[in-house]
């Protein structure tokens, strides 16, 4: 199996250097560092990798850089999958990148407590899923709206959706959940219903589609 060839951005030098330190395994190979998005912009496109670990807030301004970064990575580069970790919920900025296609996910980095969890989710998405942190999904979903359309979801449908948007195929919510797949299936089917989404195929297309109409409510 040929390793997946990532690189680091994150200012935070420790946290850098042990996400690499981490990843020094068979199937994967760190082949650039950066300490902002400007350096990260160069390195990918000089080594063109298949998977960009990001953090949001970077030199100079501590705001959005990695996500003005990651953006423009899937503009020139829509194959790399792009995995932002961060330590806030920045609901608004994140939504044009997790709605732009498929290998993208977002992370808080004090809910990576399961280090195999972690490399399954990088599986994911350098493989063209998508993962979103529950917590994005809660701020999302509880978020008073005038005419929430959340609203026509029951408590059950919602964990669905939450679980949904974490990328977990059918099976696994209803592993999660301790049900039969079968009723995963009709819940799935009723959200894509009460929301006036299509059903489509993929785990991937399920989460862009939530994420598409959160955004445009």
Known sequence: MTALRVILADDDVLLREGLARLLERPDYAVVGQAGDGTQLLELVREKVPDLVLVDIRMPPTHSVEGLEAAQVIREEFPDIGILVLSAHVEVEHAMTLLASGRGIGYLLKSRVVDVEEFFETLGRI????????????????????????????????????????????????????????????????????KLDLPETSGDHRRVLAVITFLEAH
Do not use: C, F, Y
């Open 126 to 193: 350098a493989r063209g899923g998508s993962v979103v942190d529950p917590e994005l999904v809660k701020e999302l979903v509880t978020a008073q709206r005038r005419n929430d359309p959340m609203a026509v979801l029951s408590a059950r449908e919602r964990e669905v959706l939450a679980l949904m948007a974490e990328g977990r195929s059918n099976a696994g919510i209803a592993g999660r959940l301790w049900v039969t797949e079968g009723t995963v299936e009709k819940h799935v089917r009723s959200i894509l219903a």
